[in-house]
């Protein structure tokens, strides 16, 4: 079945969960499907959905609980080269005990979504506070490339991605947080060193407003 990931992930989440400490299921595969990645389009860019595994350990340190609210989208730099689908395979395999996830990696091809959109992640650096619990994730890839347009079309894609995310949450464009608002990281690092947060809100209001014109 296409969706299995998908819908085994609503399932544990919902009817046991990681955070009771459940064991999954014996039954459950250990990998996804080879034809789980699903490609849509929303706002002019490619998101290609491409869920981590559900197993044990991914569902303890990656996959949690069900959000109870999402009330903002929350920016990052990836601080690294990786294309989107690096950031996705590479925290795939890490078995380093560390909890952390996004929803979102957006290079300057596609983005891919590796997470629910239900279940909120570990990104924001504050624990169990708003950042956490209660925002979606989106890593703009190839912050540490400084020459070409690599990064700068990274940065675009991820505007389309917000303000798409945005509108169907019916947020606003003060909704956007930087990860530094959350835990004082300096991250997304490029927007941060360029002091361009304000100008990057102004180009995602523009999308959102675009958006929201009756067609
Ligand atoms: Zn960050």
Request: with cysteine.
């Given at each position: 079945m296409r969706h299995w990931p998908l819908l085994a992930a609503i399932g544990f989440a919902l009817m046991s969960g990681c955070a009771h400490g459940v064991t999954p299921a014996?039954?459950?595969?250990e990998q996804n499907t080879p034809d789980a990645r699903t490609v849509f389009y929303c706002n002019g860019l490619k998101v290609v959905q491409?869920?981590?595994?559900?197993n044990e350990y991914n569902l303890q340190y990656k996959l949690c609980e069900p959000f109870t609210e999402v009330k903002y989208i929350t920016i990052h730099n990836t601080?690294?080269?990786?294309t989107a689908q690096n950031e996705r395979d590479y925290l795939n395999r890490r078995r380093d005990n560390v909890s952390i996830s996004f929803h979102f990696a957006v290079d300057e091809n596609e983005a891919i979504q590796i997470m629910p959109l239900f279940m909120h992640a570990?990104?924001?650096?504050?624990?169990?506070?708003?950042?956490n619990m209660n925002s979606i994730a989106i890593e703009i890839c190839r912050s540490t490339l400084y020459d070409g347009d690599l990064y700068p079309r990274a940065e675009e894609n991820a505007v389309k991605l917000a303000a798409y995310l945005l509108y169907i949450y019916r947020l606003?464009?003060?909704?956007l947080r930087m990860h530094y608002n959350w835990?004082?990281?300096?991250?997304?690092h490029r927007i941060i060193e360029d002091n361009r947060w304000d100008e990057f809100k102004m180009r995602v209001a523009a999308s959102l407003e675009n958006l929201k014109r009756p067609r």
């Open positions: 014996k039954s459950m595969p491409d869920l981590l595994e559900v601080a690294n080269k990786a570990w990104h924001a650096g504050d624990g169990r506070g708003e950042g606003d464009v003060d909704d835990s004082g990281k300096k991250c997304p």
